[in-house]
């Protein structure tokens, strides 16, 4: 039954446009349309995976010895980083009582139609900026950088957690990975930046994107009915989950696409390893004296993480091991106190971020680059500082250049990630994508068929009859 206004009163969920409940599933198979389409013609097998015929009639199959694939080598690291996505992220956002399916099953959507949008828009980016048109080879390097770029749509899911529709899910699954891919180019390719694990490129964008999205779409904290913002023990523990399974792959996220240099994958490895082991010990601590004596749970869920984000941009750099473990223990130290002080004055100034994306992957991130540009200042003789891992004063490089460059990374990914995010959230806004009210933000009823009673109603139903 629709009411006057556009709103559905059995749903409460308003209707916008023609298409009405029918807007995800037309745009979800015009996109899909869209991406099997250009997958046919921006895509190609890697040439180690095309089936090779010899011998005088051709009948005789080529066997390709799996030590003459490197890549093979970082399957289990591809495998980390795709777990880190669908599982870590997708556990991380079952905080919300009344938005623990949405959370998980909005984060799997992303996940499948971002893994594969991105190996288009990897083809698209290099006709921009070559002029010339080459297919993406689908190989495991390949699938590795789509979940780096995937990483940072469901960094910006976070940001505006609750506040999306299905249909405006599969918008902004569209833009974000292509300007996402831009800004890389002009960071790695024009300002000779290398950032393995993504400080920037990866966390810092997605944080800052999800910043312009909700601007574009102007929910303020004013707008979201407390009852909803709520969480529970349940889901809590759920996220804890998503937490530790983040942790865990943490080393393989940043050293996954290094596959072809091992010396510098182990380095990544360990000074990943060192900084997220660090971050995990000062964010506890913290937290436990911004709280008076006690430990707040959504900044252990998050803030141990932080020192994985900070150390992205420097965990290839050839560093004494005190150096992760320093920058890793004081990201966690900021984090913490992101979300126990910085979080709220966000939102006294307007700024909505329902998971508190900013505070662990924007504000660390920018810290890892500034970090960064710090240790390529202090150190003389190290390699990996630019894009093409090569470091001589003969290329021109110095160390104070090399520090503007990565200054200069910031603001392009600050400035490239607010305003494309800011456009996308306006966009969003248009009546072909269903929108959701402001009642209904963070929960997910509208979406879901549920058919039993919810878990805490019987929780307390047995604590009472107990």
């Known amino acids: 039954m629709v009411t006057e206004g556009g709103y559905d009163s059995l749903s409460g969920r308003k209707k916008v446009g023609m298409l009405g409940r029918l807007s995800f599933p037309v745009l979800g198979l015009v996109a899909f349309a869209l991406v099997l389409i250009l997958f046919g013609v921006c895509t190609t097998l890697d040439g180690n995976s095309i089936l090779k015929l010899e011998g005088e009639n051709g009948t005789k199959r080529v066997i390709i010895p799996g030590g003459e694939n490197p890549m093979m080598g970082s399957y289990g690291m591809m495998m980390d980083a795709t777990a880190m996505c669908v599982m870590g992220f997708g556990f991380l956002y079952a905080f919300c009582r009344k938005y623990t399916w949405g959370g998980i099953v909005f984060n799997f959507l992303m996940c499948g139609l971002c893994f594969l949008w991105c190996q288009v ?47 405006q899910i599969i918008v902004i699954c569209l833009i ?42 102007g929910i303020k904290p004013k707008h979201i009915p407390e009852e909803n913002r709520k969480t529970n023990k349940v889901a809590d523990t759920f996220a804890l989950v998503g937490t530790i399974v983040l942790w865990m792959f943490w080393p393989s996220f940043n050293g996954s696409l290094l596959y072809d240099d091992a010396s510098v994958q182990h380095r990544v490895v360990v000074n990943t390893y060192l900084a997220i082991c660090a971050s995990c010990v000062t964010a506890m601590i913290t937290s436990h004296l911004v709280h008076g004596g006690k430990l707040n749970i959504l900044e252990i869920q998050n803030a141990t993480l932080a020192g994985g984000v900070s150390i992205g941009m420097s965990c290839s750099y050839n560093v004494n091991p005190w150096v992760p473990v320093l920058i890793g223990g004081l990201a966690g130290m900021l984090s913490s106190v992101g ?75 600050l400035a490239i990630s607010l305003v494309v995010g800011a456009l996308n959230g306006l966009l969003v806004r248009v009546p072909i994508c269903e929108q959701v009210e402001r009642k209904l933000l963070i929960d997910e009823t509208p979406y879901f068929e549920i058919e039993d009673e919810p878990m805490t109603d019987v929780m307390m139903k047995e604590q009472s009859s107990s």
């Open 121 to 167: 828009c990897t083809c698209i980016v290099h006709v921009i900026f070559s002029g010339h048109f080459q297919k993406t080879e689908i190989n495991l390097a390949a699938m590795i950088s789509a979940d780096l770029v995937t990483a940072a749509v469901l960094i910006t899911f976070g940001v505006v957690y609750g506040f999306v529709s299905p249909c």
């Open 176 to 217: 974000e990975p292509l300007a996402m891919k831009i800004n890389e180019h002009i960071v790695v390719s024009f300002l000779s930046t290398s950032d393995a694990g993504g400080s920037i490129l990866t966390h810092a964008f997605g944080a800052f994107y999800g910043v312009g999205l909700n601007f574009g779409l």
């Open 339 to 413: 979300y126990g002080k910085i979080a709220e004055f966000l939102e006294n100034l307007g700024m909505m971020d329902s998971a508190g994306a900013v505070q662990l992957h924007g504000i660390p991130g920018v810290f890892g680059a500034v970090a960064a540009g710090i240790v390529v200042i202090a150190t003389t003789n190290n390699q990996y500082f630019a894009a093409d891992t090569v470091w001589t004063e003969m290329d021109g490089n110095t160390n104070g250049k090399q520090f503007g460059m990565i200054l200069a990374s910031v603001l392009v990914t």
